[in-house]
């Protein structure tokens, strides 16, 4: 099963266009083409998240709790 990381997670709650994974990989690549040289940390971020919500179907994406917690240290996806 494909894992999402805490900061993952929380990108993908907000950019989960519509509540579907095609949706939600579409937001995430059209933010990505905004991104600055200097934003490396996002790219990468968003790159490794893209790539686990192309190797998951919209069954598994559909069972993700994509609550944000923007606390890690309350969070029971910290790591």
């Known amino acids: 099963m ?5 900061e993952e997670r929380n990108l993908v709650c907000i950019y989960s266009g519509g509540g579907t994974r ?5 937001a ?3 933010m990505r083409r ?3 040289p200097d934003e490396a940390e996002l790219l990468a ?3 490794s998240a893209l790539g686990k ?6 069954e598994t994406f559909a069972g993700l709790d994509l609550i944000p917690d923007f606390d ?3 969070s029971a996806y910290g790591e």
Do not use: K, N, S, V
Request: hydrophobic residues 45%.
């Open 2 to 6: 494909i894992e999402l990381t805490f």
């Open 22 to 26: 095609l949706g939600t990989i579409a």
């Open 28 to 30: 995430l690549e059209d």
């Open 34 to 36: 905004y991104l600055a």
């Open 45 to 47: 971020l968003t790159d």
């Open 53 to 58: 919500l192309y190797g998951m179907d919209d």
């Open 72 to 74: 890690p240290e309350d």
